[in-house]
C-alpha cells in the first residue's frame, strides 16, 4: 500500500481513482528532465528580482530605447522658466539611462562601489570657522584641467571666471565619485568650482564641539560669506546634493534675497525628512539602504570617538542599525533636540521653499530609492516663480547613468547647462540687503519641554503655563504688594492733613473713583498675572497685551476722567461766573 497526503490506495487500483490520477501525475513530472526545472526556477528568480529591483529594461527595449520626457514643474508665470530653463536643451530632452544599469537600485550601487570618475587632484585648503571648526576646501580650477599653467598647491582664482560651491551629501566628501563628475566637468566647462566638505570629512579632524547635521546651515553660510569677501565681482553659484541639497534650499529659505549667491541647483533633495524616514525603512529593499548609511554614519563617528563619546551616547552609537538610531543616540544629542522627529521637523527644507529668492533648480528622480517621491514638495515648488523642478521618471538616487559605458550622469550635464545658461542671461540674483523672511511656524509641540512620556508608554506634550504653585505663589505676591500699598497709602494720609481735608470734602467723588479704580484693578490683575511670564517668552507679545489692556479699560479710564475732570470744569466756570 502506497499513502500520499490522506490519499491511499494499492497498485491495483481501478484507473478512475483519484488516487491514481495522482501517481500518473508524479510519474509524469519525474520524466521531465532536471535541467528543465533548472531553467524554470531561473526564470522565477530572474522575474522576481526584475521585480525587485524595479528594472526597467523592457520598457525601454519596447521604446526602443527612446527614453523618457523630463517633467518639469514651474509656475504659469516664471520669468526663470521663460528666459533660463526653457533655452535648456537637457531639460527639454529626454533621459535614457545606461540599458545595462536600467534600475534604481543598480544605478545607485554602481555609483557608490565603482562611479567611474575622471581621474585629477584636488587643491587643498584649510578653511577656519569663527567658533574655532575646521573646513576642507578642495578646489578645482579651469586651468587646472586645460594643463595651460603650471600647477602649484596655491589657489590662485580669476576674478572673472564664476565659482561653483558644492555642498556634499551625508557622510560624501571630494573624494565621492558623483563628486569627482561634477567638479571635473564644471571645471572643462571653464568654470572653477569648490567643494566645502562637512566638518570631519575629507580627512580633517574635528576641532571644535559643533558637528554637521541635515539643517546644519552655519557652514554654508560663513563658506560664502567668505568666498563673497574674498573674490567680490565673483559671480557665486551653488550645488548641493542629497542631504546638501537639504542643507542648501534651507539656507536660500532661510536669508531671502540678502544673500550673494546668483543662482543654484539642488539635486535629490530629501526635502521632509519626516518622509524620507517612514519610507527608507518601510521595505525591504530601503532598509538595505538605511543599513548601508548607518554604517557609514557610524565609520564617522569612529573616526571622531573622542568627540562623540564626551557629548553623545556612544553605546548606542555602536549598537546603531539605522539611520534613526544615530540620530537618536548622537544627532539629536549633540544638536539638543528633544527628539528626532523634532530634529527632522526642523531641518527638513521643504517649510522654506516658499521663501526661496533666487533661481532654483531642483532635479529629483521618482524612482530615488533613498529620497522618495512622497517627499517632494509640488505645490510649493509650483507656487515659487523662482524655482524650477525637473523629475525624470528614472535615474536613482544621484546617478542618472547614461550612455552605453555609462562614463557619463546626465544630472552634471543638466546643471552645467542651467548655470551657463543662467551666467548668460540678465536674470542672475543680486544681493538685497533687506530683512530675512520670516522662519516657518513652530508650533507648540516643537517648543521644550518637548513631550512627557509616562511609565504605560503614553506620550503627552508638555507646555508653559504656570502650574498651580506658581499660580498661588503669584497670588500671594500680589496680595502682599496689595496690601503694602494700603499701608501705604495710610501713612500718607497721617502725614499730610490737608489732603485728608481735600479728600474728606470730595468723598463723592472719591467714592466714584474709587468704585470705578475697582473695576479698573478687576480688569488689569488677570494681565498683571501673567504679564511676566509672557515678557520672559517674547518681547512682542508683552506689547501686543500692554494695547488689548488698555483698549478694553480705555472706557472705564476714560469714565472716571470724565467724572474728575468735569466736575474741576464745573468747579472752574461757577468759581469764574461769580467773579464777573
Not at 227 to 240: A, I
Request: glycine letters at 6%; proline letters at 5%; one cysteine or more.
Amino acid at each position: 500500500m502506497e499513502w500520499f497526503g490522506d490519499c491511499s490506495f494499492r497498485l491495483d487500483s481501478p484507473p478512475d481513482s483519484p488516487c491514481n490520477a495522482y501517481r500518473l501525475l508524479l510519474r509524469s513530472l519525474s520524466l521531465i528532465p532536471v535541467s528543465h526545472y533548472l531553467i524554470a526556477a531561473a526564470i522565477s528568480l530572474i522575474t522576481f528580482l526584475y521585480n525587485f529591483i524595479e528594472c526597467h529594461f523592457l520598457q525601454d527595449l519596447f521604446s526602443g530605447f527612446a527614453g523618457d520626457p523630463i517633467h518639469l514643474t514651474y509656475h504659469p508665470s516664471s520669468i526663470i522658466y521663460e528666459a533660463v530653463v526653457s533655452k535648456c536643451r537637457i531639460l527639454h530632452g529626454r533621459y535614457l539611462a545606461t540599458p545595462w544599469l536600467a534600475s534604481p537600485h543598480v544605478q545607485t550601487c554602481f555609483l557608490n562601489f565603482f562611479g567611474r570618475p575622471p581621474r585629477f587632484s584636488y587643491r587643498r585648503q584649510l578653511f577656519n570657522t569663527p567658533d574655532g571648526g575646521t573646513i576642507a576646501l578642495d578646489w578645482l580650477t579651469s586651468s587646472d584641467v586645460s594643463g595651460d599653467v603650471l600647477r602649484t598647491n596655491d589657489v590662485s582664482i580669476d576674478e572673472s571666471t564664476p565659482i561653483v560651491v558644492v555642498i556634499p551629501g551625508l557622510t560624501s566628501d571630494s573624494s565621492s565619485a558623483y563628486l569627482k563628475h561634477l567638479a571635473y566637468h564644471t571645471a572643462k566647462c571653464g568654470w572653477n568650482i569648490v567643494i566645502s566638505n562637512h566638518r570631519g570629512l575629507g580627512g580633517v579632524s574635528i576641532t571644535s564641539d559643533c558637528f554637521y547635521n541635515a539643517g546644519w546651515t552655519e557652514d554654508v553660510r560663513t563658506v560664502v560669506k567668505y568666498l563673497h569677501n574674498e573674490h567680490p565681482r565673483t559671480p557665486l553659484f551653488l550645488v548641493g546634493t542629497s542631504i546638501g541639497a537639504n542643507v542648501l534650499v534651507k539656507y536660500l529659505g532661510e536669508e531671502g534675497e540678502n544673500l550673494p549667491v546668483a543662482g543654484a541647483v539642488a539635486i535629490c533633495s530629501p526635502w521632509d525628512l519626516l518622509v524620507s524616514d517612514r519610507f527608507i525603512s518601510r521595505r525591504r529593499v530601503q532598509k538595505f539602504y538605511d543599513r548601508a548609511l548607518a554604517f557609514g554614519l557610524k565609520g564617522y563617528a569612529k573616526l571622531h570617538q573622542p568627540h562623540f563619546s564626551r557629548l553623545a551616547n556612544w553605546e548606542g552609537i555602536e549598537k546603531s542599525l539605522s539611520i534613526r538610531d544615530f540620530d537618536h543616540h548622537a544627532t539629536r544629542v549633540v544638536g539638543k533636540y528633544e527628539t528626532v522627529d523634532t530634529y527632522y521637523r526642523r531641518c527638513s527644507s521643504a517649510s522654506y521653499v516658499q521663501s526661496v529668492s533666487i533661481p532654483l533648480l531642483c532635479i529629483s528622480a521618482l524612482d530615488d530609492p533613498v529620497c522618495t517621491k512622497e517627499a517632494i514638495p509640488w505645490d510649493e515648488c509650483r507656487a515659487n516663480k523662482n524655482i524650477v523642478l525637473a523629475t525624470p521618471k528614472h535615474g536613482g538616487h544621484l546617478a542618472f547613468f547614461e550612455g552605453i559605458t555609462g562614463s557619463r550622469l546626465w544630472w552634471v550635464r543638466a546643471t552645467n547647462e542651467f548655470l551657463d545658461v543662467l551666467h548668460s542671461s540678465e536674470y542672475m540674483h543680486v544681493q538685497k540687503k533687506i530683512s530675512k523672511p520670516s522662519t516657518p511656524l513652530v508650533t507648540s509641540i516643537d517648543q521644550g519641554p518637548y513631550v512627557n512620556v509616562t511609565d504605560d508608554g503614553m506620550v503627552a506634550a508638555l507646555n508653559n503655563e504656570p502650574s498651580t504653585d506658581n499660580v498661588e505663589e503669584l497670588h500671594a505676591i500680589q496680595e502682599d504688594s496689595t496690601h503694602g500699598k494700603v499701608l501705604e497709602d495710610k501713612v500718607n494720609e497721617k502725614d499730610d492733613p490737608v489732603a485728608n481735608a481735600k479728600r474728606g470734602g470730595s468723598s463723592s467723588m472719591a467714592q466714584t473713583s474709587s468704585a470705578h479704580d475697582s473695576v479698573l484693578n478687576d480688569v488689569i490683575t488677570p494681565f498683571k498675572t501673567y504679564l511676566g511670564p509672557l515678557t520672559r517668552q517674547s518681547r512682542w507679545s508683552t506689547w501686543l497685551l500692554v494695547y488689548i489692556a488698555i483698549a478694553t479699560s480705555w472706557p472705564l479710564v476714560g469714565s472716571a476722567l470724565q467724572i474728575v475732570f468735569g466736575k474741576k470744569l464745573r468747579k472752574t466756570s461757577r468759581g469764574g461766573s461769580v467773579r464777573r
